[in-house]
């Protein structure tokens, strides 16, 4: 069964760059079909970050397009997000999850809490 | 402002069904057959209940079903439970000028 954990670090400063990574268990990331980050900020919905394909195929939320970056890397089993100059408006829990296809995430990690803060 | 939109709240008691909406457009809900609905209890991460339009997952109560009509989807709980007292967000596939997700406002389901 596919397991997902993410980490990186919990505190970001404004204006500097928020790296998460997300480690993939139980299932080749090579399998897919694609891998997703969604974030939701305290209080508040869902929002849909990006997404990338077993083939390296990336889509992004036209929102963040430009400051944000998702990458796999198969040797490791997992894959990455970085997101540029952040904002108090970047606070959030950020997931990881597997993207089944048509938009589906079918298995989700725990979450994890960034805060953008001086 | 959420790309999609649901109802804030709705409510029922034990062993009634209730229906949430979730209203798109063409580009998104209505074109596509990739609508998926999530359960959120506090705390957790979502869970898919279902997911292009009316399926559902191995494990996932029968008491779930989906359907869509137009530009709008809809997720059914019959015999409503205290354990359904959650959140729901709707999600869909979106093509634009570029493909993408976008989630409804989400919903908060009161067992009464």
């Known amino acids: 069964q596919v397991q997902l954990q993410e980490s990186g670090p919990g505190l970001v400063k404004p204006s500097e760059t928020l790296s998460l990574t997300c480690e993939v268990s139980?299932?080749?990331?090579?399998?897919?079909?694609?891998w997703a980050w969604i974030r939701q900020p305290p209080g508040k919905g869902l929002e849909w970050i990006a997404s990338?394909?077993?083939?390296?195929?990336?889509n992004y939320n036209p929102s963040l397009r430009g400051r944000v970056t998702i990458s796999l890397d198969t040797s490791k089993n997992h894959f990455s997000l970085k997101l540029n100059s952040v904002t108090a408006a970047d606070t959030a829990v950020y997931y990881c999850?597997?993207?089944?296809?048509?938009?589906?995430?079918?298995?989700w990690g725990q979450g994890t809490l960034v805060t953008v803060s001086s | 402002q959420s790309a999609l939109t649901q109802p804030a709240s709705v409510s029922g008691s034990p062993g009634q069904s209730i229906t949430i909406s979730c209203t798109g457009t063409?580009?998104?809900?209505?074109?596509?057959?990739?609508v998926s609905w999530y359960q959120q209890h506090p705390g957790k991460a979502p869970k898919v209940m279902i997911y292009?339009?009316?399926n559902r997952p191995s494990g996932v109560s029968n008491r779930f079903s989906g359907s869509k009509s137009g530009n709008t989807a809809s997720l059914t709980i019959s015999g409503l439970q205290a354990e359904d007292e959650a959140d729901y967000y709707c999600?869909?596939?979106?093509?634009?000028?570029?493909?993408?997700?976008?989630f409804g406002g989400g919903t908060k389901l009161t067992v009464l």
């Open positions: 063409s580009s998104d809900v209505g074109g596509y057959n990739s």
């Open positions: 292009d339009v009316t």
């Open positions: 999600g869909s596939y979106r093509k634009t000028d570029t493909s993408h997700v976008v």
């Open positions: 139980g299932y080749s990331i090579n399998t897919g079909p694609y």
């Open positions: 990338i394909s077993r083939s390296g195929s990336s």
């Open positions: 999850a597997r993207d089944r296809g048509g938009g589906c995430s079918d298995s």
